[in-house]
Each structure stands twice: as C-alpha cells, then as structure tokens.
C-alpha cells in the first residue's frame, strides 16, 4: 500500500460471519467498516465456506459472494514462522496465523477486527490494534 493510501482491517472468521449472517453486532460492525478496506489471510476464505456448509447452498453462495470484499493473504513462510511462536500456548493454530499475518502488515495495518477473547487477547500482547464493534 503506498503511503497516501487508506490502511488495511484485517477480520478475522469470528466478524466476517457477523457480515454474513444477523448477529447482534452485525449492524455495528457494519457500519465500522463501511468503505474501508479488508484483508483477512486464506485461512478466512476456508473458515468462512466451511461454517457456511454447515448451514445451506444459500449461505455458501453468501459467504462467497462476502469474500470477493476481502483481499486475501497467502500463506507464507514468515507468516508460519510468526504464528508457531504467539503466545500464549492456549491460542489456537489458526487464530495465531491470523494474528501473524495481521502483524506482518505492519504499518499497513490499521487494526484487527475479531470477536474471539483469546485472540483478541493474544493479539494484543503482539503489539496490534484490535476491536469488537457492537
């Protein structure tokens, strides 16, 4: 992103199914990130369809209709190398390849969006910016 340019959210699974679905803070979150920029690493892409399967064909079509909005990150080598080493122990594997690639935006970041307590939590300790719009 050059500097000029608007800084990145990065969502994690816990808000964009609040994108996909009516949940209580659906209207919140929203409206915080109405025309701002998403990102989210692959594994959102694989979350989000997956949890949409639980529920119908329909919902799948809307998961991936919602993704097209949320630039997607791969999978990197510093991205596993980070996630392998965020504490604490307790944080689940892809909830810390979440918090790496957010961090790995560095000044590109703006802020990590999630509604998970412990990778919020987790996410913090790593030095991000992090909300739960509601």
Request: proline fraction near 3%.
């Amino acid at each position: 992103m050059s500097v000029t340019s608007r800084r990145w959210v990065y969502i994690d699974t816990s808000a964009f199914v609040k994108l996909c679905w009516r949940e209580q803070e659906s209207d919140a979150l929203r409206a915080h990130l109405r025309e701002r920029p998403l990102i989210s690493s692959v594994v959102l892409h694989i979350e989000a369809v997956r949890a949409a399967l639980r529920r119908s064909a329909t919902d799948v079509a809307i998961a991936q209709q919602r993704l097209r909005r949320v630039s997607r990150l791969e999978i990197a080598g510093a991205t596993v190398s980070l996630a392998s080493t965020i504490l604490p122990p307790e944080v689940r594997s892809l909830d810390a390849i979440h918090i790496a690639a957010a961090k790995l935006l560095d000044a590109d970041l703006d802020e990590l969006i999630t509604y998970d307590d412990r990778m919020r939590q987790a996410a913090i300790a790593q030095g991000l910016s992090v909300s739960s719009p509601n």
